[in-house]
């Protein structure tokens, strides 16, 4: 699947005015969905995203896979200082912001890690100046 840019920048005024960004949307569950599947198979992670376009009910154990698919990526992709997952119930902007924000890190990680490789697979380490 193609990444989506994570939106992350959520604000309690959204939500007072509501705002676009102030509602959580069968869209936005569909990037993050979308996201966590990219991350997933970039990882070799078993994560199969649901399509939120016929817009069913959303259940309990809807947002438990999406908790426990993000765990399963932190797991295969350890990274510092990654803020912790949200619990459930994701009833917040803040909580959808944070979920978002670590698919944002960690697939900004992965990037730049594989940009990172020279073409004969080895990392490159700056090495220039040794003899």
């Not at 193609?2 to 309690?12: E, G, K, L, S």
């Not at 959303?58 to 619990?87: C, Y």
């Not at 960690?106 to 890690?113: F, H, K, L, M, Q």
């Amino acid at each position: 699947m193609a990444w989506i840019n994570p939106v992350f920048d959520r604000t309690a005024e959204d939500v007072r005015k509501k705002k676009p960004k102030g509602f959580l949307k069968y869209d936005d569950l569909n990037r993050i969905e979308q996201n966590l599947s990219h991350l997933a198979e970039k990882l070799g992670v078993n994560y199969t995203a649901k399509d939120w376009s016929d817009r069913p009910l959303i259940f309990k154990v809807d947002i438990t896979k999406i908790l426990a698919g993000l765990s399963s990526i932190r797991n295969h992709w350890p990274m510092p200082n990654l803020p912790e997952n949200p619990q459930y119930p994701i009833n917040t902007y803040e909580k959808v912001n944070q979920i978002e924000k670590i698919e944002n890190l960690i697939g900004n990680n992965i990037t730049a890690s594989n940009e990172s490789q020279m073409r004969c697979g080895e990392m490159f380490a700056g090495e220039s100046g040794v003899i």
